[in-house]
């Protein structure tokens, strides 16, 4: 009887399934037709970035480096608190520097920037999404890295008068 249930099994939906976990981010379907129940799952491997803690902030704030790098942590326990104001993120996506790879980033560090100019772009669901300046002032740091994933309300640029 089991060899009659085999040659129920329909090939091409074991198939279909197949490609809908390959299509997206899924890493299981089950499907039930009756007594029959096909489950297709996928492994998924991801390699994991080291994740760095930093201790509690000190009461006494200290100056970055000048060569420090751009991507600094996003985590925001590991920020000490940071004179300007900050530009957030307005919604969870991936912040990019600049306009296309390769180019110029839209700002550096020290950079005058005007009302309205573009300083990053995030991009949220494969929408190219322009984080604009709020006022005229000077880039005083840049808070995130090229193409690093960020949350809503991450500080991303740190605005001075």
Not at 12 to 19: G, T
Not at 25 to 40: F, P, Y
Not at 64 to 84: C, L, W
């Amino acid at each position: 009887m089991s060899d009659d249930k085999n040659k129920n099994i329909d090939a091409d939906l074991v198939r279909s399934l197949a490609d809908i976990l390959n299509d997206t981010d899924l890493t299981e379907i089950e499907v039930e037709r009756g007594d029959l129940k096909i489950k297709v799952k996928r492994e998924v491997t991801v390699a994991a970035a080291p994740i760095q803690y930093a201790a509690a902030p000190a009461p006494v704030a200290h100056a970055a480096p000048a060569a420090a790098p751009v991507s600094m942590p996003s985590d925001p326990a590991t920020i000490v608190a940071r004179s300007g104001e900050e530009v957030k993120s307005p919604m969870v996506g991936t912040a990019y520097l600049q306009p296309a790879p390769g180019s110029d980033p839209f700002i550096k560090a020290g950079d005058k920037v005007k009302k309205g100019q573009t300083l990053l772009i995030v991009e949220a669901m494969k929408t190219m999404n322009p984080i604009q300046a709020p006022r005229d002032g000077v880039v005083a740091e840049i808070l995130v890295g090229d193409a690093q994933p960020v949350e809503f309300g991450e500080a991303l640029v740190v605005l001075e008068a």
